[in-house]
Each structure stands twice: as structure tokens, then as C-alpha cells.
């Protein structure tokens, strides 16, 4: 059974960092192509981040210079580092894993930047 469990989520102040963690189960990560998407309150569910299991990055063009995709195959975890947070980040935060042709998804953590 696959399972991709994400934290890491919470309330931080404008400016501020995060780090998100989606850890894998149930998959062959280490060729699964992961990536991060958000959606915040009635809007569609965007991508964010991606990174191919080759290590390749790209992201979306409101989070570049600010969030940083990682992966680690030994533990089979993404990592999203947020910094330089603002309120248009506020959004749930979900987890995807691409295998075989196949999607998979997280239930998601949620990012709320207020002051």
C-alpha cells in the first residue's frame, strides 16, 4: 500500500522559513519523480516544486529563489524548505509521487503565514 505522509506544516510569521517532509512507503522511490503542490482556499491545486529521481529541480516561478526541494533516497522523504514566507504561501501543502504512470497523493499539511 502506498503511503506518503507529509508534516512539517504550521503558523509562522511573514519572513519566516518552514521545512516540509513527506515521507514514502509502499514505493520504489528512488525512481519515483516527487514533487510539492499547494492549494489554498478556492483555488485549484498548483505545483510548486518538483524533483525528477535524478536529482533535476524545477519550481514554480512565485517560489523561486525562496523554496528548495530536496530528497533523500536512503530515507525515502521529499523535503520542501520554505524561506522568505509571505501570505500568499498560506495554502495546504500536499505531497506527489509519480511511478509507473501513476499518481499519488498525501493528504496534506497545512502552511498558514500570519502575523
Known amino acids: 500500500q502506498v503511503q506518503l505522509v507529509e508534516s512539517g506544516g504550521g503558523l509562522v510569521q511573514p519572513g519566516g522559513s518552514l521545512r516540509l517532509s513527506c515521507a514514502a512507503s509502499g514505493i520504489w522511490f528512488n525512481i519515483a519523480i516527487m514533487a510539492w503542490y499547494r492549494q489554498a482556499p478556492g483555488k485549484q491545486r498548483d505545483m510548486v516544486a518538483r524533483?525528477?529521481?535524478?536529482?533535476?529541480?524545477n519550481y514554480a516561478d512565485s517560489v523561486k529563489g525562496r523554496f528548495t526541494i530536496s530528497r533523500d533516497n536512503a530515507k525515502a522523504t521529499v523535503y520542501l524548505q520554505m524561506n522568505s514566507l509571505n501570505p500568499e504561501d498560506t495554502a495546504d501543502y500536499y505531497c506527489?509521487?509519480?511511478?509507473?504512470?501513476?499518481?499519488?497523493w498525501g493528504k496534506g499539511t497545512l502552511v498558514t503565514v500570519s502575523s
Open positions: 506527489n509521487a509519480i511511478i509507473g504512470g501513476r499518481d499519488y
Open positions: 524533483i525528477s529521481n535524478g536529482g533535476i529541480t
